[in-house]
């Protein structure tokens, strides 16, 4: 059995843990930034392929002590590089860190990229080249105090790059930190599911990939498919297994609006680009003027956050209205707010049932979790 690592927006390791465990991984176990497990190379394809929340999968092939640059660098030196990748093939190497004892992280990401170059001079009499931009091979190393753990990465790009999002709005929000709000506020594929300032449509794109049982990472390559240990065979099949259980694309209950009629325009080319136009419908409307499309539901958005001159003042001025349409017009809905504004629930002028924090990349949020209940939630 393999260690990996997957990596996932801050905030939602817990969301990531149980995913892996309902994918077949064994040990999941939420940390800091992501979650461990243990499992087949074979569920390390189906994590990448499958796994809504997650960014990376981390594949672990070393861990040990160290005191100085040194030591990392002869045990890097020391590890078959060339049973997992060959000269010819492209690298980068990461390195990210917590309580670590060496002084230059660059420094130290340097001997390691030595070390793994070194190794196949003295094997091969070739050096792998650097491409720290599309690289073939992605070496990450994480330093804490006492211990270095070197992994190989499995995903190659970001697994929230999911290939249908091609138009986008100025801060759009990543796939998989939408995907992990839909499973905290509630929502169910089956219900209805509304985001009435949904941008270029990433929570209406997530819950249709959702709802049709298409697995986000169906279209695109990962790196593992570059590694000497892979299994084309396997992973063919397991593609194969996954599109025959996706379901026709047909109307379903997903609604998104935006009084910003370009963003509609994006949303909605989205849409079509992921095969899903006939799914889920996305209009132009200002949120005032919204209405629930059914007696109960999911309503989810990631409002402006007010870092615009004027936007907070606008903002502090749109969410007493905005709690008053909820009130009046969602009894009976679970309504999930991302924010960075803390003054969102007391200027609504409703209590939340719970409210979580979430990083969406270096800004830090909540998730404020509101149930719709006709008169009982006023703050």
């Known amino acids: 059995m393999n260690q990996f690592f997957a ?34 190379m074979a569920l390390c394809y189906r994590v990448n392929l499958e796994s809504r929340v997650a960014s990376r ?42 309580r670590c004892q060496l002084k230059s992280l660059e420094f130290i990401t340097l001997r390691i990229k030595d070390a793994a170059c070194d190794h196949f001079r003295d094997l091969t009499g070739i050096r792998p080249s650097v491409d720290t931009k599309l690289p073939d091979v992605r070496i990450h190393a994480y330093f804490d105090a006492q211990q270095f753990t070197l992994y190989l990465d499995t995903s190659g790009e970001t697994l929230f790059k999911r290939g249908y999002r091609q138009f986008t709005g100025e801060a759009p929000l990543r796939e ?94 989205n849409l079509e680009n992921a095969g899903l136009s ?12 919204i209405t629930a499309p059914a007696t109960s539901g999911v309503l989810v958005m990631n409002p402006p956050y007010g870092e615009r001159i004027g936007e907070a003042d606008e903002l502090a001025e749109l969410y007493p209205k ?35 924090p979430l990083f969406n990349g270096p800004i830090e949020c909540r998730l404020y979790l509101f149930e719709m209940v006709a008169g009982s939630n006023r703050g």
Not at 24 to 37: E, P, Q, R, V
Not at 198 to 209: H, I, N, P, R, Y
Not at 278 to 289: S, W
């Open 7 to 40: 990596t996932c927006p801050r905030g939602l390791e817990a969301v990531l843990a149980q995913e892996l465990v309902a994918l077949g991984a064994t040990h999941a176990k939420a940390t800091d930034g992501g979650a461990s497990f243990t499992g087949s």
């Open 57 to 98: 999968v981390l594949w672990q092939i070393d861990s040990a002590p160290y005191r100085i640059e040194e030591d990392v660098y002869q045990r890097a030196r020391s590890l078959p590089w060339e049973d997992w990748f060959t000269p010819h093939d492209t690298i980068a190497v990461k390195v990210t860190a917590q």
């Open 176 to 269: 998989n930190l939408a995907a992990g709000i839909l499973k905290l506020s509630g929502w169910e594929p089956g219900m209805p599911l509304l985001d009435p300032m949904c941008g270029s449509g990433t929570f209406v794109l997530e819950a249709a990939l959702m709802a049709l049982h298409i697995p986000p990472g169906i279209n695109r390559p990962f790196g593992f498919e570059r590694l000497k240990n892979f299994e084309r065979s396997v992973w063919e099949q397991m593609r194969a297994e996954a599109a025959d259980q996706v379901l026709p694309a047909t109307p379903l209950p997903i609604y998104g609006s935006d009084i910003d009629k370009w963003a509609v325009i994006d949303a909605n080319k």
């Open 278 to 289: 006939k799914v889920a419908t996305v209009v132009e409307q200002d949120i005032l003027d």
């Open 322 to 356: 905005l709690g008053s349409v909820l009130k009046q017009r969602f009894a009976g809905w679970k309504v999930g707010i991302l924010t960075a504004d803390t003054r969102l629930p007391k200027l609504m002028r409703l209590k939340p049932s719970r409210k979580i």
